[in-house]
């Protein structure tokens, strides 16, 4: 069985994508795309490799649209103003997204990178997500830099609460992601961070009668 054209490819994402808009995340699977599609089972594992890389081929289509959105409101928001500003509209750029396509941003606040990244994906589908992983952390950095100047682990994670774990708990409790009162709280929120550098990492002591640890990283 030969892998399908490009064009069925993208019909399949689609259809994938209106099942993940209306019936959440749960609703896509392999029988349920079938079924809403008319391709095989077969056809669908040939095309994806497993229902993990069906998801992140969904999520990686839309996020490589929004990242580039995202991008452009930052840049702007950086030239036009300050780093809070643009830390400000990097967190407010799914409600700005949602103003052109509502489904696709609550698609892509219902799921992060870490949901996506799954033993089951083939090299293909994870080297994409690695992809917008570096460009998302691409982003954060240059806001820890030019917010405070700083690097390290602490000045980052602190960013990414603003421009990732902030938007999604606010936006999406909201009636719409593009509801004026979770985007002035969001920003409110954003505001008051962005305003007094995170406090630096306690520096880790070392004891020479003590057995090194394992670094989990290796």
């Known amino acids: 069985m030969g892998r399908p054209r490009q064009h069925d490819l993208d019909q399949l994402l689609d259809q994938a994508r209106r099942l993940w808009i209306e019936q959440g995340v749960g609703g896509v699977t392999i029988r349920a795309l079938s079924?809403?599609?008319?391709?095989?089972?077969?056809?669908?594992?040939?095309a994806f490799g497993s229902r993990d890389g069906l998801l992140a081929s969904v999520w990686t289509r839309e996020a490589d649209q929004f990242l580039a959105f995202q991008r452009t409101l930052v840049e702007r928001a950086m030239r036009e103003g300050d780093p809070a500003d643009g830390l400000v509209a990097a967190a407010l750029a799914p409600a700005a997204y949602a103003a052109q396509d509502d489904d696709g941003a609550r698609l892509l606040l219902t799921a992060t990178l870490g949901d996506l990244l799954t033993p089951e994906l083939d090299r293909d589908r994870r080297r994409q997500l690695l992809r917008l992983q570096q460009e998302l952390g691409g982003v954060v950095a240059e806001l820890a830099e030019a917010l405070w100047d700083r690097h390290d682990n602490a000045a980052l994670t602190t960013v990414r609460y603003c421009v990732v774990d902030l938007p999604g708990a606010l936006l999406l409790k909201a009636q719409a992601v593009t509801?004026?009162?979770?985007?002035?709280?969001?920003?409110?929120?954003?505001?008051?961070?962005?305003?007094?550098?995170?406090?630096?990492?306690?520096?880790?002591?070392?004891?020479?009668?003590?057995?090194?640890?394992?670094d989990p990283a290796r």
């Open 35 to 46: 079924a809403a599609s008319g391709a095989s089972n077969g056809a669908i594992y040939h």
């Open 179 to 214: 509801d004026p009162v979770a985007r002035h709280a969001l920003e409110r929120a954003v505001r008051g961070i962005a305003s007094m550098p995170p406090p630096e990492a306690p520096s880790r002591k070392t004891s020479t009668s003590a057995t090194p640890r394992p």
